[in-house]
């Protein structure tokens, strides 16, 4: 069974296997978890992510779909990235949301990656609410058949890890 552990910090200082970035779907960067990952990442997570975009995903990835690169300086051997939905009010995207934990999980089995950071995804600027982020996230996790030893959820603020520890515990 894949413990889950929580950390409230930044997810690019995180020594894991593979770090998640809540990407978008050109996969070139961007501002939270994304623009972080690739500054401190450095140019090589970007020069993958270009190849990608390239060779497979001409139109960018699609939302609830994941994909690795190389983690250049972070802490990690790899970088997963997966494109959460933005929230709605008047359309259920749950199943999106949970898709992007799964698949990201996914890849990590695919890659051999036993310890694999996430951040909250689609709950920053994508507008998530952060309870039911953390309900749909956690849930995926323990619903997901997985080689990987360890989930931990990164999460910067006190609200973001309040969430999380109410669906852990």
């Known amino acids: 069974m894949t413990e889950i552990r929580l950390v409230r910090g930044d997810i690019t200082q995180q020594h ?44 960018g990835l699609p939302t609830g779909q994941a994909v690795a690169t190389t983690a250049g300086r972070l802490d990690a051997r790899w970088v997963i990235h997966t494109v959460g939905p933005v929230w709605s009010k008047d359309e259920d995207r749950s199943a999106l949301l949970a898709s992007c934990y799964r698949e990201s999980l996914r890849v990590a089995d695919e890659l ?21 982020g953390a309900r749909i996230a956690v849930q995926t996790v323990r619903d997901t058949e997985t080689a990987v030893e360890e989930v931990r959820f990164v999460l910067f603020d006190e609200a973001a890890y309040a969430a999380f520890a109410t669906q852990v515990h």
């Open 16 to 59: 894991a296997d593979a770090i998640v970035n809540a990407a978008n779907s050109s996969l070139l960067g961007g501002g939270g978890v994304d623009g972080a990952i690739h500054r401190r990442g450095g140019p090589e997570i970007l020069d993958e992510c270009r190849r990608l975009r390239a060779s497979h995903y001409g139109k």
């Open 112 to 132: 051999g990656a036993r310890t694999v950071a996430f951040p909250a995804i689609s709950t920053g600027i994508y507008g998530w609410p952060i309870d039911d």
